[in-house]
């Protein structure tokens, strides 16, 4: 803090041109000195101590000499001021590639329907109508929305199921392939 008294006094004087009174020392000054550790040497002393006697005639400042004046201030005090400790942020830890899920072909109707005919789907489900079961436009309908529906389908063409749509029971179908099952599935879930 003293340093920074010293550099603005120093600063005003090289603006203004004169310097302040010199301070009368006062009993506490010797006690003071005595306390300072050994590193105050010289620069420590006041700059007063070093101006002659009388006062300098007031010089006319230019505005560009006080703008200058003003910067190395800021400048002097930017550098005192006391800096915000920085916590060192860790490094991110290297991101893995997430794993890619195979891109499943998209299926075509007529594929679908030529898999829904081969595995006797057809015999109790039609595209628009009831049958004996749902259509699947309706099971569609009831399923839109629900992220894990193919998965439960494809179940449920295997081992079958009742009580979802009525009293009549789906027959279990445990041969189709679960390739298979998931394009059936995806298909009656992909219609409006």
Same mark, same amino acid.
């Given at each position: 803090?003293?340093?920074?008294?010293?550099?603005?006094?120093?600063?005003?004087?090289?603006?203004?041109?004169?310097?302040?009174?010199?301070?009368?020392?006062?009993?506490?000054?010797?006690?003071?000195?005595?306390?300072? %550790? @050994?590193? !105050?040497?010289?620069? #420590?002393? *006041? +700059? &007063?101590?070093?101006? =002659? $006697?009388?006062?300098?005639?007031?010089?006319?400042?230019?505005?560009?000499?006080?703008?200058?004046?003003?910067?190395?201030?800021?400048?002097?005090?930017?550098?005192?001021?006391?800096?915000?400790?920085?916590?060192?942020? %860790? @490094?991110? !830890?290297?991101?893995? #590639?997430? *794993? +890619? &899920?195979?891109?499943? =072909? $998209?299926?075509?109707?007529?594929?679908?329907?030529?898999?829904?005919?081969?595995?006797?789907?057809?015999?109790?489900?039609?595209?628009?109508?009831?049958?004996?079961?749902?259509?699947?436009?309706?099971?569609?309908?009831?399923?839109?929305?629900?992220?894990?529906?193919?998965?439960?389908? &494809?179940?449920?063409?295997?081992?079958?199921?009742?009580?979802?749509?009525?009293?009549?029971?789906?027959?279990?179908?445990?041969?189709?392939?679960?390739?298979?099952?998931?394009?059936?599935?995806?298909?009656?879930?992909?219609?409006?």
């Amino acid at each position: 803090m003293r340093t920074q008294n010293i550099l603005l006094v120093s600063l005003l004087v090289s603006l203004y041109g004169c310097q302040p009174e010199a301070p009368k020392p006062t009993a506490a000054a010797p006690a003071e000195s005595s306390a300072l %550790p @050994a590193q !105050a040497g010289p620069a #420590a002393q *006041p +700059v &007063a101590s070093e101006a =002659p $006697a009388m006062v300098r005639q007031i010089e006319p400042v230019s505005a560009e000499k006080t703008a200058q004046t003003k910067e190395k201030i800021a400048a002097v005090v930017k550098e005192q001021a006391p800096q915000p400790a920085v916590a060192e942020k %860790p @490094a991110p !830890a290297p991101v893995e #590639a997430a *794993p +890619v &899920a195979k891109a499943e =072909p $998209a299926v075509s109707e007529a594929d679908a329907m030529q898999l829904a005919k081969k595995n006797n789907c057809l015999a109790c489900h039609a595209v628009d109508k009831k049958v004996i079961g749902p259509s699947f436009k309706n099971v569609a309908a009831k399923y839109r929305g629900d992220a894990g529906a193919e998965a439960r389908l &494809a179940d449920k063409i295997a081992k079958g199921g009742s009580g979802v749509w009525g009293a009549m029971a789906m027959p279990a179908s445990p041969k189709i392939s679960e390739a298979d099952r998931r394009v059936l599935a995806k298909y009656v879930l992909s219609l409006k």
